[in-house]
């Protein structure tokens, strides 16, 4: 017999699990709303709750409708899952191993059972808030200030919020091009059989055409405490965003976008450790950029690339270089931002004399220094 929820009587659990699921879901970057759910639940319902596989392939067909959301499904669905399955198991044992006490006293078993769910939901509330507030620290945490073995955990945050920003900006995407503008033609000649009634309106198509991304990142001494991290913040958004270049720079310029192509972070850390190029060295940022400006600028196209320069502004070279080409560039691209690292430290000041030159030809200036401030870089793709 079933519930007005479509489970079995006494089933309620399972239904306010899927539902917890569904929020879930939506916070992390999944679309969904009331509609969503309700369809999530008949099909919870018509697949049963034993057969996880099942579960996690049906959940997904209904929940996911792009490629972006049907990779970011698993890894939501595992995170969600994974710990209630545990949990239960032990409650299960728990409960067994209270009934063995005495199993004749009706009084002392609800006791029992009421102080070992009392004591599993202290437990979970513990953990809950300890994950919490690991991942706030870490979010942020100057990368300056790590300890080497949070980097793994930090990867695995980085890589999940970009998987997210990647998805809410397909999303957004999809949203603001449904409609182009409208086709007064096609309009008129289809109201004819309306009696010229144009009510049903016709639009031009727009092809979608998302950002492309062209990104610079200082690896020269001055970063050192930075470029290590924002190498992996680089590889993770060639990973998750489709048209991307990607450049190191110090007192040369060299592209890395083929080696970041490769399918894990480490085998592409390798490679690029195996580059003749000076890590840690000093810097010419506008030499750098005269480079890419005499061999690369046919990558930059107004109407949509971004320009990203991740440094920290310390330049060896003359100014009057650096805002000559940086003007060069800024007149070739849609938007040009600079993530300085220092920006995220309570007393500096941009006046540095490359710093100084740059910042009349930077759309956005913005800080880098921990995964929090990274992650903003969202608002400006």
Not at 161 to 181: E, F, K
């Amino acid at each position: 017999m079933q519930g007005s929820n479509g489970f079995a009587e006494g089933s309620d659990d399972a239904a306010g699990t899927i539902v917890a699921f569904c929020r879930y879901a939506r916070e992390q970057g999944l679309a969904g709303g009331v509609q969503v759910t309700l369809a999530v639940l008949r099909a919870a319902v018509c697949l049963g709750m034993a057969d996880r596989e099942t579960l996690r392939f049906g959940l997904r067909a209904v929940m996911c409708s792009t490629k972006d959301e049907w990779g970011l499904f698993g890894e939501i669905f595992e995170t969600f899952w994974d710990p209630v399955e545990s949990k239960r198991s032990q409650r299960v044992l728990r409960r067994k191993q209270s009934r063995a006490i005495d199993d004749s006293d009706p009084n002392r078993s609800t006791q029992m059972s009421g102080a070992v769910g009392e004591s599993q939901a202290e437990d979970r509330g513990r953990q809950d808030v300890a994950g919490a507030s690991e991942r706030e620290r870490l979010r942020k945490a100057d990368f300056s200030a790590l300890r080497q073995d949070d980097l793994a955990v930090l990867e695995t945050i980085a890589l999940r919020l970009l998987r997210q920003m990647s998805a809410r900006l397909s999303r957004r995407h999809r949203m603001t091009i449904s409609r182009g503008r409208l086709d007064l033609r096609r309009t008129i000649h289809h109201s004819i059989s309306r009696g010229g009634d144009p009510i049903d309106l016709r639009y031009h198509k727009r092809k979608p055409r998302p950002n492309r991304l062209v990104i610079l990142l200082d690896i020269s001494g001055s970063m050192s405490p930075y470029s290590l991290f924002l190498v992996r913040f680089v590889y993770a958004l060639q990973k998750h965003f489709k048209q991307v270049n990607t450049f190191l720079f110090s007192t040369d310029l060299v592209e890395i976008t083929h080696l970041l192509r490769a399918s894990r972070l480490p085998e592409a850390l390798r490679s690029l450790s195996q580059l003749a190029t000076g890590w840690s060295g000093g810097t010419r940022i506008g030499g750098s950029l005269s480079e890419f400006n005499k061999l690369h600028a046919r990558k930059l196209r107004r109407a949509d690339t971004v320009f990203l320069i991740l440094s920290d502004g310390w330049d060896t070279g003359e100014p009057e270089m650096l805002a000559a080409e940086l003007a060069a560039v800024k007149h070739r691209v849609h938007k040009l931002i600079w993530l300085n690292p220092l920006l995220g430290l309570a007393d500096y000041q941009p006046i540095t004399r490359g710093m100084s030159a740059a910042l009349p030809h930077v759309d956005v200036f913005a800080p880098a220094h921990n995964l929090e401030s990274l992650m903003a870089l969202e608002r400006h793709l």
